[in-house]
């Protein structure tokens, strides 16, 4: 019988929960842009939007908001991840050799 490993699924459960949890600050965040932390949360969606508008490609009304929300929580979500390849390598280095 195959044995499903319980920490991948806990971990994409993780990053599920943490993408919704940052998709949420950021639909705030873009109601309240008059204050310097909101815009940092929505900073990463703003800059994208203001490419696409650069380039004549920016999404108006509900575009414009789904772009800023998406792209920030997106961003947002893989630099609060982004230290654990190192954390696994770390913790697999750590790890005393099995015997064989």
Do not use: K
Not at 54 to 73: D, K, N
């Amino acid at each position: 019988m195959r044995r499903i490993c319980s920490w991948g699924l806990s971990f994409r459960y993780f990053v599920l929960a943490l993408f919704i949890l940052v998709g949420i600050v950021a639909t705030l965040a873009v109601t309240h842009m008059d204050n310097l932390p909101a815009f940092i949360a929505i900073g990463p969606g703003y800059l994208v939007q203001a490419w696409l508008f650069e380039t004549h490609r920016a999404l108006g009304g509900f575009g414009y908001y789904g772009t800023m929300v998406a792209v920030s929580a997106l961003a947002w979500t893989l630099i609060i991840l982004s230290p654990t390849p190192a954390i696994w390598l770390l913790r697999r280095l750590r790890r005393p050799g099995r015997a064989a």
